[in-house]
C-alpha cells in the first residue's frame, strides 16, 4: 500500500510539472502573437524589429522548459550576479506590444539602479513576467500599470508592480500562493505559486496588497548589494 502512494504521489507530481511548463510557455507565445499582431498592422518599421524580439521568445520558451526541470530539482546552483532593474525593464519591453494595443497606461520608477541580485535571472524574469500579466489580466483597456523599484534600509531592493484593476478579496488574497487556484476561466492557478518558490529560493519573499474594485500592489523583495560603480560616479 504504501508503494502505491508513493507511485500516485510522483504521478501527481509529475502532473503538476508539466501543467506547470505548458502555464509558462504560454507567456512567451502570448508575446510572440502580440509581436505578430504588430507586424500584421504595422507598415512603418522593418519587420526586423519584430522578427528578433519573436526568436529572442523562441529561446525563452527552450529556457522555460530547461528551467523549469531545474526547479523540480532540489538544488539550484546556476546562482549569478545581475542588475534587478535590467530584467524589469526586459520585462517592460516584452508586453509593449499588448500595453499598447490596450491602451493601458505604463508608468515607471527607477531607484535601484546599482541594486545587483545574485541567482538565476531567467527564473526572477519569469516571477516578474507571471506578476506583470496578472496585473494586466486585472485590468480593462485603459487601465494602469505602475513598475517601480525602491531600495530598503534592511538589504532589500523592493519591486513594486501595482494596477489599478478589478482587486481581490481577502478570501482570494488568502488563496493566492496554492497551487492551481484560480479564479480564470483559462488560468491554470500555478503562476504565483512558482513566483513564491522562486523568490523564497532566492532569500526574499512575496507581499500582497489589494483592494476590490481598486487594483493590486505587489511587492517582491530580493537581497541586494550595490554594483561598484554606485561607489565612484552615480
Ligand atoms: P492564474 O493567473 O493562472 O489564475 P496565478 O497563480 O497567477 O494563476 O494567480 C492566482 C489568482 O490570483 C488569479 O486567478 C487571480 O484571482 C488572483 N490574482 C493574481 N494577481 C492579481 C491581480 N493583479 N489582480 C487581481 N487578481 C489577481
Ligand atoms: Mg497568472
Redesign the pocket.
Known amino acids: 500500500a504504501e508503494k502505491l502512494i508513493v507511485q500516485t504521489e510522483k504521478l501527481k507530481l509529475a502532473g503538476e510539472i508539466a501543467a506547470g511548463v505548458a502555464?509558462e510557455i504560454r507567456n512567451p507565445m502570448t508575446v510572440i502573437s502580440g509581436f505578430i499582431q504588430m507586424m500584421n498592422t504595422d507598415d512603418q518599421h522593418p519587420y526586423q524589429t519584430y522578427t528578433k524580439l519573436i526568436e529572442s521568445e523562441l529561446e525563452r520558451i527552450n529556457l522555460i522548459i530547461s528551467e523549469f526541470l531545474i526547479l523540480a530539482k532540489p538544488h539550484v546552483t546556476k546562482a549569478k550576479e545581475f542588475h534587478i532593474e535590467k530584467i524589469l525593464q526586459d520585462v517592460v519591453l516584452l508586453f509593449s506590444p499588448e500595453l499598447n494595443l490596450r491602451s493601458i497606461l505604463l508608468k515607471e520608477s527607477w531607484k535601484a539602479r546599482y541594486a545587483i541580485v545574485v541567482g538565476e535571472q531567467n527564473q526572477i524574469k519569469q516571477v516578474i513576467i507571471?506578476?506583470v500579466?496578472?496585473?494586466i489580466?486585472?485590468l480593462s483597456n485603459g487601465g494602469s500599470l505602475e513598475i517601480s523599484t525602491d531600495l530598503e534600509t534592511q538589504g532589500f531592493v523592493t519591486i513594486h508592480i501595482r494596477?489599478n484593476?478589478?482587486?481581490?478579496t481577502q478570501e482570494?488574497v488568502n488563496?493566492?500562493?496554492e497551487p492551481f487556484?484560480?479564479?480564470?476561466t483559462t488560468?491554470?492557478?500555478?503562476?504565483?505559486?512558482i513566483?513564491q518558490k522562486i523568490i523564497q529560493e532566492h532569500g526574499g519573499k512575496i507581499l500582497i496588497n489589494?483592494q476590490l474594485n481598486k487594483?493590486?500592489v505587489?511587492s517582491i523583495l530580493l537581497p541586494y548589494t550595490q554594483s561598484e560603480k554606485s561607489a565612484s560616479s552615480s
Open positions: 502555464h507571471n506578476i500579466k496578472n496585473a489580466e486585472a494596477d484593476g478589478e482587486g481581490m482570494v488563496q493566492i500562493f487556484f484560480t479564479t480564470k488560468g491554470t492557478g500555478l503562476g504565483m505559486m513566483s489589494s487594483g493590486t505587489v
